[in-house]
């Protein structure tokens, strides 16, 4: 049929019902992809299908594509309560001040509650200094009520721990969602630098810092929060963060951005390779003693193969190189303390468990020059050194026991690659101290210049990461490692590899703990997705004091 103007016909199309409130103000055709529209993506606006974890309608084909943030009834319940009241449901965490929870949406709601749960039963089990990031989360909370690219930063933080769990796409980009706003408000603050807002600009660039999936995005973080701290210095004491201000002076400034292919001489190499041996050596020491322990020991398997892969992999020749075989280890050293606390009631051989991934990372670092230090060691080192601390407060009451002779004599390699970094930062900083005259400092102008390049770069929605994987270690030839039930090939993954399991280890009552499987299941390759103590008894070791309960349970399965 003719059009008006003798030409063809105008085609027809089929308006978009349930598009976004954003796409129907422009009156532009809608997507409905969820959690964020391709839309409000590119124009760099919040989408509000992240508003409702019911958002997609159920008889909507999108409904498939929401994502799994492990709802239950008690937790939907708490959600329901706390939305309607606005009182935090956990007062344990002393957050002042608190944000105006009322204006939050549910799912907003349940991200927070999810790293709050986490913190909560930390805080309970007085193991919150074992882990990177769980005793600073009420400060974080606090500083998003007046600053919500904090909030933000925290929102993606916790769904990308998440999609960690679950496996979920849909989650991965609920968190890429939420670190573009933050990563755009983050720029916003620093072209606005104060003392007021200074502890919300370290904040939120260290909670982005720590989930950046590519090395440009991490590099020009971490030179920002050198430039931050090294600003914060005459009023540290006032921060929140004093102690890390303090400590990040002690180093010298440095802008990750060298791009260039570093030189490896043969003795350099043959340094390398004898310290992923001594860590080989030590971490086939520890696995006899871990029959009993299941998930403890398949978490090490993963650990024994991650060297085996280093061993016999090129080694990294660029920062970007280097933060690709870095990534599955930082990863863990976030998510896999989280994992082991919560699986039992407290047990010493936990302990020693997470110190050998805390010392791992801590141990490696001189094969990784470049960036080794501020991406896994200065991370791991102040809870290994937590541990360190714990385990001989053990010692001290339960000395004459087989069972901490055993633990004394496992530990100390773990104890002695803490003192060896202590002793090399030392001397670091000592050679360095001229270096903070000479050195012009990386100016916040500079900085806010980079992370206007990285949005412009990668694009609102891509800002933490232009792809969800980096490339896997790369090996000359196919990599076969020797198992116990024989020879096994390296199949190559995008994702972070855990063995699958049909039986989940952890408790039932855990949203973060892993599923693991048997031994004998062919692995996957290595990439990128990611105080006082109370001591009781429990699983026939020294306990730690700590109890579960409140989360979830999740479906087997490979977590990215």
């Not at 007085?126 to 990031?133: A, E």
């Not at 000592?430 to 990386?442: A, C």
Request: glycine fraction near 8%; hydrophobic fraction near 35%.
């Amino acid at each position: 049929m003719a059009g008006p103007g003798g030409g063809p016909s105008r085609r027809s199309h089929t308006k978009s019902r349930k598009g976004c409130k954003t796409c129907k103000k422009r009156h532009i055709r809608c997507d409905e992809t969820f959690p964020q529209c391709r839309n409000c993506t590119k124009h760099q606006v919040r989408c509000d299908y992240n508003d409702s974890p019911t958002s997609a309608a159920p008889d909507s084909p999108k409904g498939a594509q929401q994502p799994n943030l492990l709802w239950t009834p008690e937790i939907e319940a708490t959600v329901d309560i706390w939305k309607a009241t606005g009182e935090f449901p956990f007062p344990e965490l002393g957050v002042y001040p608190q944000p105006q929870w009322t204006l939050y949406s549910k799912t907003d709601l349940r991200l927070i509650h999810h790293l709050s749960s986490i913190t909560t039963e930390m805080f309970r089990g007085r193991t919150s200094k074992l882990t990177i990031w769980a005793g600073n989360m009420p400060q974080f909370l606090s500083l998003a009520s007046s600053y919500p690219f904090v909030m933000h930063s925290i929102l993606a933080f916790s769904a990308s721990h998440l999609a960690w769990i679950s496996q979920s796409s849909e989650t991965r980009n609920v968190a890429i969602a939420h670190g573009g706003i933050a990563l755009k408000g983050l720029h916003e603050a620093i072209g606005n630098f104060s003392r007021a807002n200074s502890d919300a600009v370290l904040a939120s660039s260290l909670l982005l810092s720590w989930q950046a999936m590519d090395w440009r995005g991490w590099a020009s973080l971490m030179t920002g929060i050198k430039t931050i701290t090294s600003a914060m210095q005459p009023w540290r004491h006032e921060s929140a963060f004093s102690e890390y201000i303090t400590e990040q002076a002690s180093t010298a400034p440095q802008t990750f951005f060298n791009t260039g292919t570093s030189f490896i001489s043969a003795d350099a190499r043959r340094e390398h390779l004898a310290t992923l041996q001594l860590v080989h050596s030590n971490i086939e020491r520890l696995q006899p003693y871990l029959v009993n322990y299941e998930q403890e020991s398949k978490w090490l398997d993963q650990l024994k193969g991650y060297i085996e892969r280093l061993r016999v992999s090129n080694p990294p020749q660029t920062p970007e190189d280097q933060f690709q075989q870095l990534y599955a280890l930082r990863k863990w050293l976030f998510w896999v303390p989280i994992s082991l606390l919560s699986a039992r009631s407290g047990d010493v051989n936990v302990l020693l468990v997470l110190s050998f991934f805390y010392a791992v990372a801590v141990a490696i670092e001189p094969v990784f020059s470049d960036i080794g230090a501020s991406f896994c060691a200065d991370n791991a080192i102040i809870p290994l050194e937590e541990i360190v601390r714990c385990i001989d407060a053990l010692q001290a009451g339960h000395g004459y026991a087989h069972n901490m002779q055993t633990v004394a004599f496992l530990m100390d390699f773990p104890r002695e690659t803490a003192s060896n970094y202590r002793t090399r930062r030392e001397w670091n900083r000592q050679h360095n101290v001229d270096l903070h005259l000479e050195q012009n400092p990386y100016g916040l102008e500079t900085l806010n210049l980079d992370l206007e390049n990285q949005i412009a770069e990668y694009g609102y929605g891509q800002s933490l990461s232009p792809a969800f994987a980096a490339s896997p270690l790369h090996v000359q030839t196919p990599v076969h490692v020797q198992t116990p039930g024989g020879i096994m090939s390296e199949a190559r993954s995008p994702y972070l590899e855990v063995p699958r399991s049909a039986v989940d280890y952890v408790r039932p009552a855990s949203a973060y703990s892993s599923p693991l499987n048997s031994p004998a299941a062919t692995s996957l390759g290595y990439g990128h997705d990611d105080s006082v103590f109370g001591f009781g008894g429990g699983g026939g070791g020294v306990g730690l004091g700590y109890n579960t309960g409140g989360f979830v349970a999740t479906t087997p399965t490979v977590w990215t």
